[in-house]
């Protein structure tokens, strides 16, 4: 089965800052979509950037970008120019590519505290 | 296009009852998958619909049961209700083909609580 840990369950950031959250995830498929989700405080959860394991090339959006590393089982977000509008939970998940469906797996999630 | 929407937003339950709760996905969208959000476990998937047939499920207990309606509006049961029930349940609509770019949009979430 598919696993996804978020070793840092706090972290913190000054304003203009860059922070990395880490996320490594256990599969024994070939095929797989990593993503990253942010659930801010008492709102919805929005995807913020997602990655195709078969794609080499680390995924940017704008501020938030991933160092994908395939073979340690990798997925760390970086957030540069940290806002305040970034402090939220933020949440590490796996899909199979391979199966059908959402059957997204996610890690237990990072509390970003955004400091002025 | 209106969002996800969930109703009812709170809910507050006894033990032994059972709950329903309903789940409108984005307008042309065939996939509502549902999720168990909870402090201690994090969030769990439940299963997932796609065009009224349940396509994935989750390890949960069969006290746990959904359906999808022909509109696609998806509903969850959860029958003899327990403590531990208490959480966030959100569901997510997709379009529902394959590939990463088939995006999961989630709803504000029915908040649970079982007393």
């Known amino acids: 089965a598919q696993t996804v840990t978020q070793s840092q369950p706090e972290m913190s950031v000054q304003e203009a800052e860059t922070v990395t959250l880490s996320c490594t995830y256990d599969t024994s498929e070939s095929d797989y979509y990593l993503f990253w989700y942010k659930q801010p405080p008492s709102r919805q959860m929005i995807l913020v950037i997602r990655?195709?394991?078969?794609?080499?090339q680390n995924a940017t959006e704008n501020r938030f970008s991933v160092n994908f590393q395939k073979a340690a089982k990798s997925f760390s977000l970086k957030i540069s120019d940290s806002q305040l509008g970034d402090a939220a939970m933020y949440f590490c998940?796996?899909?199979?590519?391979?199966?059908?469906?959402?059957?997204?797996?996610f890690g237990a999630g990072t509390r970003l505290f955004v400091k002025a | 296009k209106a969002g996800v929407t969930q109703t009812p937003r709170y809910l507050i339950k006894t033990r032994g009852q059972q709950v329903t709760l309903s789940c409108s996905p984005i307008?042309?969208?065939?996939?509502v998958s549902w999720y168990q959000q909870t402090p201690g476990q994090g969030l769990q998937f439940l299963f997932e619909?796609?065009?009224?047939?349940?396509?994935n499920k989750g390890n949960f207990p069969g006290r746990f049961s959904g359906r999808q309606f022909s509109n696609s509006r998806s509903e969850m049961n959860v029958s003899t209700l327990e403590l531990g029930d208490s959480a966030l349940y959100l569901c997510?609509?997709?379009?529902?083909?394959?590939?990463?770019?088939?995006?999961?949009?989630f709803g504000p979430g029915t908040r649970l609580t079982v007393l």
């Open positions: 307008s042309g969208h065939r996939s």
């Open positions: 990655q195709e394991a078969y794609k080499q």
């Open positions: 997510a609509s997709s379009p529902g083909g394959q590939g990463v770019h088939n995006e999961q949009f």
């Open positions: 619909y796609f065009s009224e047939t349940q396509r």
């Open positions: 998940a796996y899909r199979s590519a391979r199966s059908g469906g959402f059957k997204t797996i």
